[in-house]
């Protein structure tokens, strides 16, 4: 059974701070890494995504990969009260790019 | 930016009664999902379609669902016969490609069975 792993959390930060959330996965085969947001009720929305090992920075965000150790996170620099949400990471079925595998989403919450 | 819209937002329907979920994906994208998440748990893969034909599908997916593309816009799933534990979130997605394009999700519908 592949599984994606993540801290629920809640994961509680000042405004301003740094927010790390961490992912495992189990299918060594993975290729594809993403991270959604979604706030409660909604859809999730694309945060970043990545393919390779080593870190991708867009904005405020930084993903980081390291599939030797079956890892990615994400880095909120600065966090902000809206960035409070619940993270999803998603990552693709080794094999068969079209279909997801869903981690539970860790929590974050950013006081003012 | 272009958006996938779904409609209705929310749906209740009675135990056993037909429903149908609608889907109109971004214009340029060729694939499409749904996928569905039971509240407080994980976004769960139902299907994917490509070139009017199912690509892929879940355990989820048994008889009881079926999706079509009835004309060049809308995509719609199709739930016979529902049962209390199809109760959730169903999310339409759509990408450009296959290969590692990210999923762009619609808005939901909550389907409330009772």
């Known amino acids: 059974q592949k599984e994606v792993e993540q801290n629920s959390g809640p994961l509680s930060v000042p405004e301003g701070a740094i927010a790390s959330l961490n992912c495992t996965y189990s299918?060594?085969?993975?290729?594809?890494f993403f991270w959604y947001r979604q706030y409660s009720g909604k859809s999730p929305e694309l945060i970043m995504f990545i393919y390779s090992n080593g870190d991708k920075e867009d904005g405020r965000f930084t993903a980081q990969l390291n599939k030797a150790s079956q890892y990615v996170s994400l880095l909120i620099r600065d966090s902000q009260p809206s960035d409070s949400a619940t993270y999803l990471c998603a990552v693709n079925n080794a094999g068969n790019n079209r279909k997801l595998i869903w981690g539970l989403g860790t929590s974050l919450a950013v006081n003012p | 930016e272009p958006e996938v819209t779904q409609t209705p937002s929310h749906q209740v329907t009675q135990m056993g009664q037909e429903v149908i979920l609608r889907c109109v994906p971004i214009?340029?994208?060729?694939?499409f999902y749904w996928y569905r998440q039971i509240l407080g748990q994980k976004v769960e893969f139902l299907v994917s379609?490509?070139?009017?034909?199912?690509?892929?599908k879940s355990e989820i997916f048994d008889d009881q669902f079926s999706v079509e593309r009835p004309d060049g816009s809308n995509f719609t799933l199709k739930i016979r016969s529902t049962k209390l534990e199809d109760s959730a979130m169903y999310f339409c997605a759509s990408s450009v490609s296959a290969a590692d394009s990210p999923l762009h999700f619609g808005n939901g519908t909550r389907l409330t069975v009772t």
């Open positions: 379609f490509y070139n009017n034909e199912i690509s892929e």
């Open positions: 299918d060594r085969g993975s290729q594809s």
């Open positions: 214009s340029n994208h060729l694939y």
